[in-house]
């Protein structure tokens, strides 16, 4: 224990944006009796993440809209001795403990440390640990605040803290740590940091909060501030006002751990500005999955036993699936064995843990998931505080995890339980929360096998805001046998052209992997026209995942045409470039054959804002799976405008820097010569389709 006078009282900046809450104390006062000992502990900052509730959704029930936020609270220990912190400690906010706000609806979930159990935490001096919950109504929502009690176990003494829930005028959106393709530990990151105020930020360093052990997760150390070795983006770091900026950072290899991110800035009057986030390091890669192509059922070869299947995986650019250890597959792992030729990425519950947390398989790891939809959780939700337990174990591992979010109009109160978030909701002939027959979209004309399909991008914008900065991912709508016509159409998967769309929907929103739901063999052999689609969307993604990775959503913009939906304009934008993508919004509903039907190429102007620090791109042009094209463009006052002929799906590639058509061109050229050397196109050539037809017939037989 540590003695204070019981008049000192700990004060520490957090950011100057705050100055509208200036009157709370940022800080612990001791409130004590006559023989008090305390430790003191200062609040570092605060990151805060409101909610948000989509408008353009629809449902059966009318949607709460009395929001809540997310909120990250980071305390250091900044006396001279160790403070001991158990799980029985009793701690207060607004007079109540976090179990009876979660039992009065207030709170969604909570990481304090009555949620811990366990050994007690034990904090040196000068280490930080981070309290989380997630409030769900506006009086836990922006522009309130908490006033905080700790009552010290053996002790008289009890510190009050009052924290400021302020709406955030500057945050960090993107965070992704990046590195070798062949470990998995990253080496570097990017981040990206959000500028709303009305003067510019300048970046001025950057450090992280890191624990010595992967087991010690919620003990972090400061390490070494970096400010010469930032690789700022604009590179003079001055983010002008209502902008975006940020830095690429070489970090050197990074535990795969938990660990605290702090940016600073000074705004123009020379004041600090400290930005925060508290979230899991992993290297990001772009993964692309087929789902569950494990079919155990019936007879014959299984799937993942079979040279033509996983060559058909392989040529659509898939590198993962819901699988784990399955014998006869990944146990195969010799110079000429199948998962050595065709690796999946494993997507599963992962157990034991110490088994997958290895050296040797963690490179096999895409993320943990086995919670299924916990928002119907079967008919029965599973709250998100259970959630959160589920997935506490995995804590001290180096294992990700990731839930299946379901309803946009609830899964505000799941935000920020996983690593890395993602959720399905497809738009035809699907089950889904939304009422299809609500969306008044088509002229009065209301249907119920489909819905628009750009509330695609409506959610994933949803969830990325509701989880930034950390890296959010999407279940796509591909072919999947099981489905039956609804509401009379009489084809049970997307056509081609809604399965573009509902991906690059997803896509043009950011997510950093993509799955396909569902990759079976009998779903691949009943809607074989899908195949060349998605292997199309693959060659795309494996072309553009630079940017993917390196970006963030900067812009989204609906433009209209006499009153009507025309299109959906978004920018993906990072130290390389920015990715611009024209999504066609003038579809129409086919009455009689129940599809989604686009227009030839027409036409089109297209004005895309860019963030400051491309003001001025080197190399405009437009790329798809069958090469780059030239591009009538100009810029000016940071927007491109570009005049072209389009329908369905347009993306254009803003660059930095000259060279990037180059090198895109060069990476599109390995991967058609990678996608050849399979040498099977069930897509293309029926003699291979009836290879795939005849190992279904087999396991029915």
Not at 376 to 391: E, I, N
Not at 407 to 418: D, P, V
């Amino acid at each position: 224990m540590i003695s204070l006078p019981t008049s000192r009282i700990v004060l520490r900046s957090v950011s100057r944006l705050w100055r509208p809450l200036a009157s709370l104390l940022l800080g612990f006062q001791i409130v004590s009796g006559p023989n008090a000992q305390a430790a003191v502990l200062s609040l570092e900052g605060v990151h805060v993440v409101p909610h948000l509730q989509s408008t353009e959704m629809q449902y059966r029930k009318k949607p709460d809209f009395s929001l809540g936020a997310r909120v990250e609270v980071f305390l250091r220990n900044d006396f001279a001795d160790t403070l001991t912190l158990p799980a029985s400690t009793d701690i207060r906010l607004r007079g109540r403990t976090p179990e009876e706000l979660l039992a009065s609806d207030d709170w969604a979930w909570h990481e304090l440390p009555s949620a811990w159990g366990g050994e007690p935490l034990k904090l040196p001096p000068g280490a930080m640990t981070v309290w989380s919950w997630n409030g769900k109504r506006a009086p836990w929502g922006t522009n309130t605040a908490i006033d905080l009690l700790i009552h010290w176990p053996g002790s008289a003494s009890t510190e009050r803290l009052e924290v400021p829930i302020a709406s955030p005028t500057a945050w960090l959106s993107a965070v992704t740590f990046l590195g070798s393709a062949t470990h998995p530990t990253p080496d570097s990151l990017v981040f990206h940091v959000v500028n709303n105020t009305p003067g510019p930020l300048t970046l001025k360093a950057f450090r992280l909060w890191l624990p010595e052990s992967s087991t010690s997760w919620r003990v972090l150390r400061p390490q070494a501030w970096l400010e010469q070795g930032l690789k700022a983006f604009p590179a003079n770091g001055v983010i002008p006002p209502h902008n975006r900026g940020g830095a690429r950072v070489e970090t050197g290899p990074l535990p795969l751990t938990y660990g605290g991110i702090e940016v600073r800035l000074v705004d123009a009057a020379g004041r600090t500005v400290t930005v925060w986030s508290h979230q899991r390091i992993k290297r990001e890669v772009f993964d692309i999955s087929g789902g569950w192509v494990h079919d155990t059922s019936g007879g014959g070869r299984k799937p993942l036993e079979s040279v033509p299947f996983l060559k058909t995986l392989k040529r659509i650019h898939v590198n993962t699936a819901h699988i784990q250890e399955t014998p006869g597959y990944t146990d195969q792992t010799g110079p000429d064995g199948l998962y050595t030729r065709y690796p999946l990425k494993y997507f599963s519950k992962l157990e034991p843990t110490s088994h997958y947390d290895s050296d040797a398989v963690l490179p096999r790891v895409h993320a943990v998931e086995f919670l299924g939809e916990p928002q119907y959780g079967g008919g029965k939700p599973v709250s998100p505080q259970d959630c959160w337990k589920a997935l506490s174990p995995y804590a001290p591992t180096r294992l990700p995890t990731s839930v299946t979010h379901s309803e946009e109009r609830l899964w505000r109160f799941y935000a920020g339980i996983s690593d890395y978030p993602h959720y399905d909701a497809y738009r035809v002939t699907a089950p889904s929360p939304d009422a299809w027959g609500q969306y008044d979209r088509w002229d009065g004309q209301k249907i119920r096998w489909g819905a628009p399909l750009e509330t695609i991008g409506e959610m994933c914008r949803s969830l990325r805001e509701l989880n930034r900065p950390r890296p959010t991912a999407y279940w796509s709508q591909g072919p999947h046998h099981d489905w039956n016509g609804y509401g009379g159409r009489k084809r049970g998967s997307p056509t081609p052209d809604e399965l573009r769309l509902q991906a690059y929907h997803a896509l043009s929103s950011r997510i950093t992997s993509l799955y396909w739901f569902n990759l079976s063999l009998r779903s691949l052999v009943t809607f074989p026209d899908l195949i060349q689609p998605m292997m199309r969307i693959g060659r795309e993604i494996r072309m553009l995942e630079d940017h993917y990775l390196e970006g963030d959503a900067v812009g989204h913009e609906r433009i209209l045409r006499e009153g009507k939906p025309d299109w959906d304009l978004d920018v993906v934008a990072g130290p390389r470039g920015a990715v611009l993508f024209a999504l066609d919004l003038a579809y129409e509903a086919d009455r009689e054959e129940r599809v989604f039907r686009f227009g030839a190429p027409r036409a089109v102007v297209f004005r895309f804002p860019l963030p400051s620090y491309l003001k001025s791109p080197a190399e405009v042009f437009r790329v798809d799976a069958d090469g780059i094209t030239a591009v009538e463009h100009s810029v000016r006052d940071g927007v491109v405008t570009l005049r072209d002929q389009a329908s369905r799906v347009a993306i254009y590639v803003a660059s930095a820097t000259f060279g990037e058509k180059a090198r895109l061109e060069a990476r599109r050229t390995a991967l058609v010569a990678g996608e050849r050397s399979i040498d099977f196109d069930p897509a293309q050539r029926p003699e291979d389709l009836a290879v795939l037809s005849e190992m279904l017939r087999a396991k029915k037989n």
